[in-house]
């Protein structure tokens, strides 16, 4: 009898609810999470390090002269104020139009029948698989051509027109929860003499706004870190911050190379303290985001994946 308690206890009734299979998972989880928090965590002590701590080897966690210097001499190099602007702009305008398409094109896909319409779903499926970075000089040959160049219209006309960033996910996100709505309820509006808009913004809009949530975060998110596409496009016209720690970076390497930081050698204004916390501070309004987001951007995410009729 106290064999048998002993292996429900170790192992459970269906061996995924006793201890040593909890145990496992959480040491699984744990160590994940390590692999995962712990850059993040070195940035944000090295952050608040001055020069002296940092060439101490004995300093490790635990900075002995705690100091905010540090990010006050990132927010001047990086001029954090105006890229914090230009990163809003870059990404607020480009993800309330990449929405809106992909919810257009979405919800087309869904509730219509038309020619080719299985093709053109594989079709989407095969771009989403193109590297975006493959197609960046043909782009920017077709921008030139088009004069999009040097301004917004370069990430703002793609994203309209449902050739946005990473854009095939949301239409493939925004096809999946208009058909989990209920064919009878389009019909019993049609039968009203409702229009074909007036369904989908009435019926359809309200019932799939975990869709505009999830595609909104990404779609911001996406767009906030996105450098490469954005120096190509618009490096004189717009300097986010993302863009401005990657010029920050580069000037740090090209100071000090690695092996020549010393108290002697090495500047008290650009330093592995301020590089770290330069790049906390483009990452931190997408923190902030989250913490604010997280309840409704899990949910999103856990509606996204039931299957539709």
């Known amino acids: 009898m106290n064999k048998n308690r002993l292996r429900k206890r170790l192992f459970g009734r269906y061996g995924n609810d006793g201890l040593l299979f909890k145990t496992m998972l959480y040491v699984l989880l744990i160590g994940i999470s390590f692999i995962f928090l712990y850059p993040l965590m070195q940035m944000v002590v090295t952050s608040f390090m001055p020069l002296v701590d940092l060439v101490d080897p004995t300093t490790v966690w635990i900075p002995r002269n705690f100091t905010f210097q540090n990010y006050a001499r990132a927010i001047e190099a990086l001029n954090a104020f105006d890229a914090l602007k230009d990163s809003l ?7 309330v139009l990449i929405v809106i398409s992909s ?3 979405g919800y087309g896909f869904s509730a219509y ?6 093709i053109l779903m594989a079709l989407l499926l095969v771009i989403f698989l193109i590297p975006t970075i493959l197609m960046a000089i043909p782009t920017y040959v077709i921008f030139r051509d088009l004069e999009l160049l040097d301004s917004l219209k370069a990430f703002s006309y793609p994203a309209f027109l449902g ?3 990473r854009q095939t996910i949301f239409i493939l ?5 208009f058909n989990m709505i209920p064919v009878e309820l389009k019909e019993a509006a049609e039968i009203d003499g409702a229009s074909a808009f007036s369904v989908f913004v009435r019926i359809a809009v309200p019932m799939v706004l975990p869709a505009f949530l999830i595609t909104s975060l990404y779609a911001f998110v996406w767009y906030w870190n996105e450098t490469s596409l954005a120096l190509l496009y618009f490096p004189n016209t717009y300097s986010t911050l993302p863009m401005a720690v990657i010029g920050f970076r580069t000037l740090y390497e090209n100071l000090y190379p690695a092996g020549t930081v010393g108290l002697e050698g090495a500047s008290d204004v650009f330093n592995q303290g301020v590089q770290f916390a330069g790049t ?4 931190l309004p997408l923190l ?4 604010f987001a997280q309840k409704w951007f899990i949910e999103g995410v856990d509606r996204s994946g039931i299957a539709g009729s």
Do not use: D, N
């Open 113 to 118: 029948e038309f020619p080719f319409k299985k």
């Open 163 to 165: 050739f946005g960033f």
């Open 103 to 105: 919810a257009l094109v």
């Open 288 to 291: 902030i985001l989250y913490l």
């Open 173 to 177: 996100i925004f096809y999946q929860f």
């Open 89 to 95: 702009v870059v990404s607020t305008v480009p993800t």
């Open 280 to 283: 906390l501070l483009s990452i």
